[in-house]
């Protein structure tokens, strides 16, 4: 099991920054993939972004690339999303979740086997 805690969320307005930070407990965490979802109100979860168990590979979702920034600390068991450039479109809940498929970043829900509670994103103009 991997239990999976995120914080960092809040109400910004747009074009600002915020860092979330998803800190894990349990089973190994260097060894998972780990990837950030959002999901808005009356919309389905959707893939932001990922980082491979070592972090040698990423891959974001074309609606934050270049905005977001995911990054992990093995030793600290946790893993970020930095997001500049804030945009009302990125209002939603920031989940992050654990993939075993550790040497490859998956986009789909079903390839993640654990899941955090969620951080609120609120981004205003």
């Known amino acids: 099991q991997v239990q999976l805690v995120e914080s960092g969320g809040g109400l910004v307005q747009a074009g600002t920054s915020l860092r979330l930070s998803c800190a894990a407990s349990?089973?190994?965490?260097?060894?998972?993939?780990m990837g950030w979802f959002r999901q808005a109100p009356g919309k389905e979860r959707e893939f932001v972004a990922g980082?491979?168990?070592?972090?040698?590979?990423?891959y974001y979702a074309d609606s934050v690339k270049g905005r977001f920034t995911i990054s992990r600390d093995n030793a600290k068991n946790t893993v970020y999303l930095q997001m500049n450039s804030l945009k009302l479109e990125d209002t939603a809940v920031y989940l992050c979740?654990?993939?075993?498929?550790?040497?490859?970043?998956?986009?789909?829900?079903?390839?993640?086997?654990?899941w955090g509670q969620g951080t609120q994103v609120t981004v205003s103009s």
């Open positions: 349990g089973r190994t965490f260097s060894s998972y993939t």
């Open positions: 979740a654990a993939s075993r498929y550790n040497n490859r970043v998956p986009v789909a829900t079903l390839s993640y086997d654990y």
């Open positions: 980082i491979t168990w070592s972090g040698g590979t990423t």
